[in-house]
């Protein structure tokens, strides 16, 4: 092969890398442009699938109010009305009690929140670059 044959190979590979010089702009403009109504898209169906959840969690939260007055109407059919609320209010805030202690628990079981392990591991470092090698 010559030199003048390869002179039009890259005049020809010359003219593709500026012709895709110019197109990769808008390429990457489109292909953003897609990204961004794509993320637009699922979006919204995110956001109508939130709002779902927060429609079931309220129709769940009346259904357990209707239950805790179903039970303190079957329980007024043993007791007084009156005496029949106290007992189911008493019961609830039982229940809370004790998840409220539970939940504590677990917070101070949780704190500190300092990653200690990951900070002691960087004191051993620093100390074996400084040539304290005690521990």
Excluded: C, Y
Aim: aromatic residues 2%; charged residues 15%.
């Amino acid at each position: 092969m010559t030199q003048q044959h390869g002179a039009p190979e890259s005049q020809t590979l010359g003219a593709l890398v500026h012709q895709l010089s110019q197109q990769i702009p808008d390429l990457v403009r489109s292909e953003i442009r897609l990204a961004q109504a794509e993320v637009a898209q699922k979006g919204k169906r995110a956001g109508i699938g939130i709002g779902m959840f927060s429609v079931a969690g309220l129709l769940a939260f009346l259904g357990l109010g209707t239950l805790v007055a179903t039970a303190v109407l079957g329980l007024a059919n043993v007791v007084d009305a009156w005496l029949a609320a106290l007992i189911v209010a008493l019961v609830l805030l039982a229940g809370a009690a004790v998840a409220g202690l539970v939940g504590k628990n677990k917070v101070s079981e949780a704190t500190p929140a300092a990653p200690e392990k990951a900070i002691q591991g960087i004191k051993d470092d620093i100390a074996t670059v400084k040539g304290d090698h005690h521990g």
